[in-house]
């Protein structure tokens, strides 16, 4: 604790273009970026598959093929044979990016399908009887009452991408596993126990920013409801017995 203590409060490590801010806004960049690919891929295919009931064997094998894939291997493979065909950095970055939206699309995949399938066929029904189309079914009716699932889906896949973007700092990029990387070459224990630090205060940050954004964007209908005051609610409406 006092390596860890002394590593976080050396202004040294705040300042110049390996400090903890830098770090930070690399991790964050690959982070987003990688969120942003997975989700413009898994949610649309998500609500295509609940909506449309089609090929809903094939995204279970396709979710549980790929959350099986080894993160590390599969990114030594990206860049060996993706490396050559670009220059500079971008040789590393794009292996990297592209083995995060792979850890990231399940998750946000599932949460989207498993949303729009959960979605109750009387509101369904309804909303056909009034004369809505396929399209209007699901972006007026479906897609608002799948958001709690769609978003667990994204807070999930978030929490992954923040936690194994260290990864890139092992193909010689930046990000906040850089301090894990070069901690453990130089046996500067104090700095690996602050990378880690970081990057959980991180996750736990990112997570924390989407709720508060699930929080505005789900309707208060469709919230979840407190135990205790969904237990307080049955107690006013069950009649009590002397």
């Known amino acids: 604790m006092n390596l860890l203590w002394t590593w976080l409060v050396d202004p040294a490590h705040w300042q110049g273009d390996d400090g903890i801010p830098v770090r930070i806004a690399e991790h964050l960049a690959y982070s987003g970026v ?13 609500l295509w598959v609940g909506h449309t009931g089609r090929g809903r064997v094939l995204v279970v094998n396709l979710v549980n093929g790929m959350r099986s894939v080894p993160t590390l291997g599969l990114l030594f493979v990206a860049v060996l044979v993706v490396g050559p065909l670009l220059a500079g950095d971008i040789a590393f970055v794009v292996p990297a990016i592209f083995v995060l939206v792979v850890l ?9 399908y498993a ?9 369904r029904d309804a ?13 007026k009716v479906e897609v608002p009452c799948a958001l709690p699932l769609i978003f667990s889906g994204l807070r999930s896949a978030a929490l992954q991408v923040v936690a194994t973007a260290t990864l890139a700092a092992s193909v010689s990029l930046g990000g906040l596993g850089r301090f894990l990387i ?7 224990y104090g700095q690996m126990a602050g990378g880690a ?4 205060v991180l996750a736990m940050l990112v997570d924390l920013v989407l709720a508060g954004v ?6 208060p209908g469709l919230a979840p409801v407190p135990t205790s005051r969904r237990t307080g609610r049955l107690s006013r409406l069950v009649p009590t017995t002397t």
């Open 34 to 46: 990688t969120l942003l690919l997975a989700a413009a891929i898994g949610v649309p295919l998500g």
């Open 104 to 112: 990231a699309v399940p998750p946000i995949l599932a949460g989207a």
């Open 115 to 123: 949303g729009v399938e959960g979605v109750d066929p009387g509101a």
């Open 127 to 139: 909303a056909r009887g009034m004369g809505m189309r396929p399209l209007e079914v699901l972006a």
């Open 182 to 188: 070069d901690g453990q070459a130089y046996r500067d």
């Open 197 to 200: 630090l970081l990057v959980a």
């Open 214 to 219: 699930q929080r505005v964007a789900v309707s």
